[in-house]
């Protein structure tokens, strides 16, 4: 795409015509592809379909670019989702929305045991965003598939007019291979003790701190990643899991409710116990929020038989994603709550560092800071 | 000193909580002002830890809580115009008036935003977009954040901008402590004042509470050990029959508290004859607005003939009064706690809040539903 020509993205290159053959040649396929095709700066369709060059090598399949869906050689078990992301500002320490995108929904599958192999691409530009900040968008999606090896094979661009979108959405939706089997949030069983993967709070903390102007004495970058390879050393490593979660909107305290409610179980938290990093504490403090509720995405909740905590920590400590794992508590209750306690089935229960326990709830509502 | 951690030690708490425990000879009635107070309280479950020792009481001190129905109408009313931005603090977003709240008429596409620092409002003020635009600031808060609505307008002067104007909803601590106290069937023994409203103040403000009532005060900053420090000197106090006003917090309030603050609070507001509060009713000379001088910033006079109008309406309608059922009121008072109320966590709850108290993230209800402690 002439760069000079287009520095903004145009309803035209919504249109179905000549400028969306552009988009999605020159900014598009080249950003996804083209690093791996070395093609040149260009990456023009219509040439390479006169040279009867249409198809690129994808995961060791040829995928033919242009037809209307792409065939692909599926394993026996697929794991199948998607996720769509919006997300202001849509650059934010740490990341991106392109990179958010692919981490998401990679782990999203990676959660249920599945490598991610393939994912669609289905963008909605509003109209006047910077051709510039749309390629920086697909090249940091292509080097987030790059790190897991999953490729976008289809995809979808929409422009709407100035004033219907913020900016940028995507969707995804990935396919993954199932090797690992039988991870449910319905295994989760008294005794399993919850396991979390490093620090929670860091994205919200980041993107609205950025969002919002506030600033720290120390920058808050966002956790987002993708937690396939450290998830697979999990697995590999013959630990019993009963399940995993990414604690992404709503964080932890979204995660164990929704597994205490699934299950119908009751889950026992550790405050002091819940690594948070200083600045989100400090962030957390000023604003009224609790770290808990805060999204993370790069951090996984883990509930694993307590035979395997102790051999699932270390294997998450070694990787460069989980080096601040941390056995955060227990399913089932441990006979220290008293009598006098509410019915805690389906609850989740934070024991606080003095000895007070009360329910961690859901958050809920928009966060909205307080004034003093 | 780190403020996250030295002033949570457990050990601190625990011989602090265990010092309060034999000290005190029977349960005594606390009620702490502020909202962050209430807040701390149960987050940390210091209510349980002193459980059969100390009652908390939660007192009004929540801006955003006592803020009658009819001030957020007028917030959505003077919102109601194409040329008007209207901005305002995060909490004061969710909080219904009548028949809409400002994030529901943000929804429908009104100019409404959530501002951090009044200065922010400098900041639309300036931006070219916005020229043309009435830029409303909703202000609310104690003696806290009035001085920061202050420095606004000094700036707004001194930058000679001309089209930002002030809704002035701030509000004074001692009023409703007097009016709690004038009704007799309380049952206080103490107070615990607030941090950061005596940062600005000083201690002074407290002075009618232990001369007039005969009662303790103690201003107590807002970590768990910061609160028991100022359980402890009311026990002692109550202990040995002496009221006072004590510090618990001198890390940040001193006894005169912020000159410049004040002075500046001094230049550009007056305090009204009278002010209605939510849960008391009107109470005189319990509120703030801008002196005389400074009417061309003032919302109240600008929009005049729109919040007329907004009155006459309300007046036929009988709009802006409260739920019946719901126990705001009495809770606002220290008469009542939120597991009184038949509505609490049934119809009322933080995604649909009928009271005030469930409204802002620091009013009692809200807290005793986050975090129901046991």
């Known amino acids: 795409m002439n760069k000079k020509k287009y520095e903004r993205i145009l309803l035209s290159h919504g249109g179905g015509g000549k400028e969306t053959s552009e988009l999605v040649g020159g900014i598009i396929f080249n950003g996804l592809y083209g690093r791996n095709d070395r093609k040149g700066d260009s990456y023009d369709l219509h040439k390479r379909r006169n040279d009867g060059n249409s198809a690129v090598n994808i995961s060791g399949q040829k995928i033919k670019l242009l037809e209307d869906a792409a065939v692909l050689k599926s394993p026996q078990n697929i794991a199948f989702t998607t996720d769509s992301f919006t997300v202001s500002p849509i650059f934010f320490k740490g990341g991106d929305i392109g990179k958010l995108s692919v981490a998401g929904t990679v782990n999203d599958l990676s959660v249920m045991g599945a490598r991610p192999l393939f994912l669609s691409l289905g963008l909605i530009i509003e109209e006047g965003f910077a051709s510039e900040d749309l390629r920086k968008i697909i090249e940091s999606i292509s080097e987030e598939a790059d790190k897991t090896g999953v490729r976008v094979v289809t995809g979808d661009t929409k422009v709407v007019p100035a004033g219907k979108a913020d900016g940028i959405f995507i969707n995804t939706s990935g396919i993954g291979d199932v ?124 509930a694993v038989k307590p035979e395997c905590a102790k051999k699932a920590l270390d294997i998450l400590k ?37 000895g007070v326990n009360r329910l961690l709830d859901y958050p809920s509502g928009e966060l909205l800071p307080r004034i003093c | 000193m780190e403020l996250y951690s030295d002033f949570k030690r457990k050990d601190d708490i625990s011989r602090l909580a265990s010092i309060i425990g034999s000290e005190v000879k029977k349960p005594v009635n606390i009620m702490e002002i ?40 007028e917030a959505v009313e003077i919102a109601d ?29 009104k100019d409404i935003r959530m501002i951090y620092s009044p200065l922010d409002i400098i900041k639309i003020a300036e931006d070219k977009n916005n020229s043309g635009k009435k830029i409303v600031f909703f202000a609310i808060g104690f003696e806290t954040t009035a001085p920061m609505t202050a420095a606004l307008l000094e700036e707004v002067i001194s930058r000679r901008i001309n089209n930002v104007f002030i809704h002035v909803n701030h509000v004074l601590v001692p009023p409703p402590i007097n009016a709690i106290l004038d009704s007799g069937d309380n049952l206080i023994d103490g107070f615990i004042c607030p941090g950061h409203v005596s940062v600005m103040t000083g201690s002074g403000i407290y002075a009618d509470i232990p001369l007039k009532y005969k009662k303790a005060a103690v201003i107590a900053g807002f970590e768990p050990y910061d609160i028991l420090s100022g ?108 597991d009184d109320c038949p509505l609490f966590g049934k119809a009322c709850n933080p995604e649909n809040p009928v009271g005030a108290c469930m409204v802002s993230f620091e009013g009692a209800c809200a807290a005793y539903y986050k975090y129901r402690n046991f």
């Open chain 1, 318 to 354: 070694s990787h460069p994603f989980g080096k601040n794992a941390r056995v955060i508590g227990v399913v089932g209750n441990n006979n220290d709550i008293n009598n006098n306690s509410p019915d805690l089935k389906g609850k989740v229960i934070l024991k606080g560092i003095y």
């Open chain 2, 81 to 109: 115009s194409p040329d008007v931005i209207l901005s305002a603090y995060g909490d004061m977003m969710r909080v219904p008036g009548t028949d809409s709240s400002l994030i529901k008429e943000r929804a429908k596409g």
């Open chain 1, 179 to 302: 090797l690992y089997e039988n991870i449910s949030v319905y295994n989760i069983a008294d005794g399993d003790v919850i396991v979390v993967s490093g620090n929670v709070g860091d994205h919200g903390a980041a993107v609205m701190s950025q969002r919002e102007g506030i600033e720290m004495d120390v920058e808050i970058e966002s956790d987002c990643a993708s937690l396939w390879d450290m998830i697979n050393a999990v697995l590999g490593g013959g630990i019993t899991v009963s399940a995993i979660r990414d604690a992404t909107r709503g964080g932890l305290a979204a995660v164990l409710n929704e597994w205490a409610m699934a299950a119908g179980v009751d889950i026992y938290v550790e405050e002091g116990k819940i690594p948070v990093s200083g600045p989100v504490r400090g962030f957390c403090e000023l604003l009224g929020f609790e770290p808990y509720q805060l999204a993370c995405e790069g951090r996984a909740v883990f």
């Open chain 2, 231 to 338: 359980v402890l000197l009311i026990i002692k106090q109550i202990n040995e029959g002496r009221p006072a006003v004590e510090i618990a917090y001198k890390r940040a309030v001193k006894e005169g508290g912020n000159k410049k603050a004040q002075d500046l609070v001094n230049k550009y507001f007056t305090v009204r004859d009278e002010f209605e509060w939510r849960g008391f009713g009107n109470i005189p000379k319990s509120g703030l607005k801008l002196k005389d001088e400074f009417k061309n910033f003032d919302a109240e006079y600008v929009f005049e003939d729109k919040l007329k109008e907004l009155h006459l309406k309300a007046e036929s309608y009988q709009t802006g009064k409260e739920n019946a059922v719901c126990k705001c009121g009495e809770i606002l008072r220290g008469k009542s706690k939120p």
């Open chain 2, 34 to 73: 502020c909202g962050g107070h209430t807040h701390s309280i149960m987050k940390y479950g210091l209510n349980t830890l002193l459980k059969d020792k100390i009652n908390f009481l939660h007192g009004p001190g929540c801006p955003v809580c006592v803020m009658p129905l009819k001030r957020i109408d």
